[in-house]
């Protein structure tokens, strides 16, 4: 069995990037959940492009 180790740390970066957002709303924190927020679209933005195929000029 291959695992892919990258796609999986890019996996767990995105659930921790959600617990990041629930403590930050729990806490109250705006700039924290900003971040939280931040981290969590960056994680989704590199997981929606990962494996795509790139146009070679």
Do not use: K, N, Q
């Amino acid at each position: 069995m291959h695992i892919d180790s990258e796609a999986l740390s890019w996996w767990l970066f995105l659930a921790s990037a959600v617990v990041f957002v629930v403590a930050a709303i729990r806490a109250g924190d705006l700039l924290f959940a900003i971040g939280s927020i931040l981290f969590l679209a960056a994680c989704v933005v590199f997981l929606a492009g990962r494996g795509r195929p790139t146009r070679d000029r």
